[in-house]
């Protein structure tokens, strides 16, 4: 049974830090990309970042540039968003996805975290 479980949300005040993790099991991840989204009340879920499998490829999505930083650990399946200035407007649950592709698009991800709540106070 594949899984991936998101860990690391919480509530935290505008200006500060969080760093996410999500942790893959089940199946071998060799040669997925790995992504974060996030999608927040009312709204569509959006790329947040995303990482290849050999991380010489990173993609943000333009109101985390700058701020967040994905990373992996192949070895570990694991993938981290650490995020940092945090503003209210990234309040929002956070998804951890996985697949073959290297995309952008939320309905390319063929496998996703039950998702971790993140909640920046003003």
């Known amino acids: 049974q594949v899984q991936l479980v998101e860990s690391g949300g919480g509530l935290v005040q505008a200006g500060g830090s969080l760093r996410l993790s999500c942790a893959a099991s089940?199946?071998?991840?060799?040669?997925?990309?790995m992504a974060w989204f996030r999608q927040s009340r009312g709204k569509e879920r959006d790329i947040v970042a995303v990482?290849?499998?050999?991380?010489?490829?990173?993609y943000y999505g333009d109101s985390v540039k700058g701020r967040f930083t994905i990373a992996r650990d192949n070895a570990k399946n694991t993938v981290y968003l650490q995020m940092s200035n945090l503003t209210p407007l990234d309040t929002a649950v956070y998804y951890c996805?996985?697949?073959?592709?290297?995309?952008?698009?939320?309905?390319?991800?063929?496998?996703w975290g039950q998702g971790t709540q993140v909640t920046v106070s003003s």
């Open positions: 089940g199946r071998s991840f060799n040669g997925y990309a």
């Open positions: 990482i290849n499998w050999t991380a010489d490829s990173r």
């Open positions: 996805a996985a697949d073959r592709r290297y995309s952008v698009i939320a309905h390319a991800y063929e496998y």
